[in-house]
């Protein structure tokens, strides 16, 4: 039977090793179709067990150079949708990402533009979700030094409702790290919850910490068009566990927005 309000089984995994690991089942009332609720429990649990998502610092996660911040955000989100379609969680979550290394050259190589994103999705989402529909779509800023490609799409601008997770969709952000020192990094992170202006994020740097922003509207000026687009400044959240990691006055520039939206379950499915 199935409503609204659905029973969950989570299987979580303790243990020092997966192989020596023991199952525990936690039944849970929560709302599938929920990306704050799914992931805000996931996100809870993890905190006191450190075996749900994967960090792009292990050594399983590290590509032949570059960063894993995109595959390891994919795989993390990977989580929380087999959670909301029914599903248990995976128990190898770091041979998925390995996995998508091994498919996937310039994965490996630390390529983690729009595109290969969007087909990462795809990919696990096909694999890992058996028989669910999973609609996937990718918007990056125009102006943004890119040159569109196989799915992606422009946005010619981009707002906090872009990067909310509404009823029944799940969001991967991707945005430019400004240094004090004009020094830029690429960076990837999960959404978990966008509520009165303050995101929350689940960041593959410390999936472990709770990452929090002030969001801000902003005007780019890009330089290499010289053209101007509207996007979201995203602030530290003062007493954020993940501020530390960061210097004063660094910058974060959203320019990715990754929406997936799972289809309700047939009738009958739960």
């Known amino acids: 039977m199935r409503s609204s309000i659905v029973f969950l089984m989570l299987i979580i995994l303790t243990g020092v090793a997966a192989e020596s690991a023991t199952r525990c089942e936690m039944a849970l009332s929560l709302d599938a179709n929920s990306a704050p609720n799914v992931l805000g429990l996931l996100h809870q649990q993890h905190r006191g067990s450190n075996n749900i998502f994967i960090n792009q610092n292990d050594r399983r996660a590290q590509p032949s150079k ?27 979550p770091y041979d998925v990402i390995f996995e998508l290394f091994v498919n996937d050259r310039e994965l490996l190589a630390g390529n983690t533009s729009p595109q290969l994103m969007h087909e990462s999705l795809r990919y696990v989402t096909q694999k890992y979700l058996p028989g669910r529909k999973v609609n996937i779509s990718t918007q990056v800023l125009e102006g943004f030094n890119y040159s569109l490609q196989g799915e992606v799409q422009w946005a010619p601008a981009l707002r906090e409702s872009d990067i909310t997770p509404h009823q029944g969709t799940f969001k991967i952000i991707g945005f430019s790290i400004v240094f004090p020192n004009g020094e830029t990094a690429g960076h990837y992170s999960v959404v978990k919850d966008l509520v009165k202006g303050k995101l929350s994020v689940i960041d593959p740097n410390f ?24 996007s979201i400044e995203l602030q530290l ?34």
């Not at 969001?215 to 068009?225: A, L, R």
């Not at 501020?243 to 910058?251: A, E, H, I, K």
Request: with cysteine.
């Open 66 to 92: 570059g960063g894993s911040c995109g595959p390891t955000s994919v795989v993390n989100l990977l989580q929380g949708l087999r959670v909301a379609a029914g599903l248990p969680l995976l128990e190898k």
């Open 237 to 270: 959240q003062p007493g954020t566990e993940i501020q530390d990691s960061f210097q004063p006055g660094t910058r974060f520039i959203v320019h990715t927005v990754l929406t997936i939206e799972l289809a309700k379950a047939p009738k009958g499915a739960w």
């Open 207 to 230: 999936p472990e910490k709770i990452g929090e922003f002030i969001v801000n509207n902003t005007t780019i000026e890009w330089t290499t068009s010289q053209t101007a687009s509207q």
